[in-house]
């Protein structure tokens, strides 16, 4: 590992007051989102063994886990209600479960299931729940121009909302990117940009990719306040989200924020990932968000029982999921040629 | 004869070995894409390039597909040869303009003036539940276009012979390789599409389709993964004492009609397999191909095999419902 890489994770900040019941929401809403993915980790290598074949197993397909990456959606939608829109991407659960998308009904469409948001057309990287106004893009970079048309739309009718578009560092070097922040700051739209940066898009590192260190500073070409997070620190996240939140929220237009995270997986299930650099792996375990955000909780005073209580009950609701996603039926077959125009039929 | 070597290889290892050999003789040929550098290719196409040429020949690009699209195309004109890379072939929205209005134009607005002479690889198909944004053909919406050429190998003899005719083509060419029959097993491969492929540079003539069965009772064509599932039918039919004869379209751009026109002569009947949307694709060119040259050549109505205008579903059965497969050839020949 370069001395470069070491310090992306070295420095820490402080933070502002946050209630304790804001914390434990932060804490707890991690937690689950780790072990909702650990869980489908399992489940997805079900029927993938000894030979690794993407297309078997109760959930085939791609598989993006988002683990380490918790503080980003943590520390961003602490802020949102169920009226304000996100836009995800195809590594999208973290977000999702933050966002409260309905966790039994999402892992039943990652399983394919009739019960699913989609009845299984969409799976893991086209989760739709309209209830808390949350979408997926698996191509990069387009959820943005959407977050955009929700802005305006609130914009135009008046009505209460922004909306949130995540993207990773690599989709910054996307037209959509630069079209989507330049229209969102000249129409003065509700809508805050986060980059999450994990430092790599597939096995291309961001500075392989991407002229300029910090994406924060590609604000400033649209006349926009610019952020960047350092440390993938859910208190900092959480600060200077809710600052670009409410401004968009009080009429004060865009934001771009840059949060530094990583991402403790491979892109997707079965990359060897060998393009890390020795001993990444190893460094990024040891600054796993979760246990460190719990070692804060405790010396705040919140006790180990508490603690224990929240992952008993994040635990149960793990369980409950994946035993309803489990326990559903497939739809028939033929559903697959339903759903393609808005009176649910389909033209030959 | 020649002293060459021949193994069997995946079409992901012929591809490889195309551009690896090509780059060898010729300087101007280089490699740009998303994960084609250390990673060598998500569909492992590039492996082994940049270990050879190093990063100022193979490029790893930023996810900028219209810049580095567009660069291919500008560099291409200048006297370059680039083979670039768009990942999937779902990604095209994001930068179709220096597809089809830059490549594929030049050549015309420029009264023969300028040649883009590029190679654009992408990887189509599905079957492995990769929903709708991962697991496209889209072979018509390229062959509509005028000015580049389409092509798609089902084998790895044809991969490495057509990469190689297409790296040398003065024109655009618009290499579509199937990711089900790659070679690659995470994806679950056709293990029909892995044949003995020389070790010597050769070239397979793009706009060329091939007989790779003959039969004198029903001509099925298809291309990629539809010549396998083709040949899968023909087997079963077989049994039933039925004879047919399968075509290998293997290029879309140019269109060999004359192929399938003799093939249905001989037959009297036909099925087009495709993979791609059925309405407006590859299935009804064929057809009117052969009904536009003389209708009484068929003996039945022609029918196609092909996936329904649905975007492509997640859920396995879903998804296997949609997808054209050998019972439903066989079920198309027993409605005709
Ligand atoms: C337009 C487009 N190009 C390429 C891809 C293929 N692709 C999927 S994920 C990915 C890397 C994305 O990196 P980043 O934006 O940093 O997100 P991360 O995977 O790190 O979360 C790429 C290139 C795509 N989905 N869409
Ligand atoms: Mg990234």
């Known amino acids: 590992m370069t001395k470069t890489q070491r310090n992306r994770f070295q420095k820490g900040q402080n933070t502002m007051l946050i209630s304790r019941e804001t914390k434990l929401w932060m804490y707890k809403t991690m937690l689950l989102s780790r072990r909702f993915e650990e869980t489908i980790e399992q489940i997805y290598l079900e029927g993938k063994t000894p030979a690794f074949n993407m297309a078997n197993g109760p959930i085939p397909g791609e598989m993006h886990l988002s683990n380490g990456q918790e503080p980003v959606a943590v520390g961003v939608c602490a802020h949102l209600n169920a009226e304000d829109i996100v836009t995800a991407t195809h590594r999208p659960h973290h977000q999702a479960i933050a966002k409260g998308v309905d966790l039994k009904r999402m892992t039943a469409e990652i399983f394919g299931k009739q019960t699913g948001l989609s009845g299984g057309r969409g799976g893991h990287m086209h989760i739709f729940d309209t209830n808390v106004n949350f979408g997926c893009s698996g191509i990069i970079a387009q959820g943005m121009g959407p977050a955009c048309g929700a802005a305006l739309s609130r914009k135009m009718q008046n009505k209460p909302g922004v909306a949130v578009s995540f993207i990773g560092e690599g989709a910054v070097n996307q037209g959509a990117f630069h079209e989507s922040l330049n229209l969102a700051a000249l129409w003065c739209l509700p809508v805050v940009f986060v980059v999450e940066d994990n430092a790599w898009g597939i096995s291309v590192s961001k500075q392989d990719s991407t002229a300029v260190a910090r994406n924060d500073v590609r604000a400033a070409a649209y006349d926009m306040p610019g952020h960047f997070v350092e440390n993938n620190d859910p208190l900092v996240i959480y600060k200077v989200a809710g600052d670009a939140i409410d401004r968009a929220r009080s009429g004060g237009g865009p934001s771009l924020i840059e949060i530094e995270t990583f991402r403790l997986a491979g892109h997707f299930m079965g990359d060897a990932e060998a393009y890390r650099p020795d001993g990444e792996k190893a460094f990024l375990e040891s600054k796993d968000p979760i246990p460190a955000f719990r070692k804060i909780l405790l010396a705040e005073g919140t006790t180990d029982v508490a603690l224990d209580h929240l992952k008993d009950q994040v635990e149960e609701q793990v369980s409950a999921a994946i035993a309803f996603a489990r326990e559903s039926a497939y739809a028939p077959a033929e559903d697959a040629l339903t759903q393609v125009f808005a009176q649910g039929e389909y033209h030959e | ?336």
């Not at chain 2, 999937?88 to 023969?112: E, Q, R």
């Not at chain 2, 029918?303 to 059965?317: G, L, T």
């Open chain 2, 1 to 336: 004869m020649s002293n060459t070597k021949i193994r069997r290889l995946t079409i992901a290892r012929a591809m490889a070995e195309a551009i690896q050999q090509e780059m060898q003789s010729d300087p101007r040929v280089f490699v740009m894409g998303e994960d084609i550098g250390a990673l060598g290719g998500v569909f492992g196409n590039t492996r082994g390039l940049l270990e050879e040429f190093g990063r100022e020949r193979i490029r790893d690009t930023p996810i900028s597909e219209t810049a580095f699209i567009g660069a291919g195309v500008g560099a291409a004109q200048d006297g370059m040869r680039p083979v670039v890379e768009l990942m999937f072939v779902d990604f095209f929205g994001v930068c179709f303009d220096a597809i089809y209005n830059n490549m594929a134009k030049n050549n015309y607005f420029s009264g023969g003036n300028v040649k883009v002479p590029m190679v654009l690889m992408t990887s189509t198909g599905g079957g492995y539940s990769d929903a709708g944004q991962h697991s496209q053909c889209l072979y018509a919406t390229f062959a509509h276009l005028p000015g580049m050429k389409v092509v798609s190998p089902s084998n790895a003899y044809d991969a490495k012979g057509m990469m190689i005719a297409a790296i040398r083509d003065d024109s655009p060419v618009v290499f579509m390789y199937h990711k089900g029959l790659q070679g690659m097993g995470w994806l679950g491969t056709e293990a029909a599409a892995t044949v003995d492929t020389p070790e010597q540079p050769y070239q397979v003539e793009l706009g060329k389709a091939k007989i790779v069965r003959e039969g004198s009772d029903v001509t099925i064509v298809g291309l990629a993964m539809g010549v396998h599932n083709a040949l899968k039918a023909a087997d079963k039919l077989a049994e039933e004492g039925v004879n047919a004869e399968v075509v290998d379209l293997r290029s879309l751009v140019p269109l060999d009609r004359e192929t399938v026109i003799s093939s249905v002569k001989k037959t009297g009947r036909l099925i087009v397999v495709d993979e791609d949307y059925q309405s407006y694709g590859v299935s009804g060119e064929v057809i009117t191909s052969v009904v536009e040259h003389d209708y009484s050549l068929l003996r039945s109505g022609p029918k196609r095999v092909a996936y329904p205008d649905v975007p492509i579903p997640f859920a396995r059965h879903m998804e296997q419902f949609c997808l054209p497969n050998a019972d439903k050839i066989v079920a198309a020949f027993h409605a005709m």
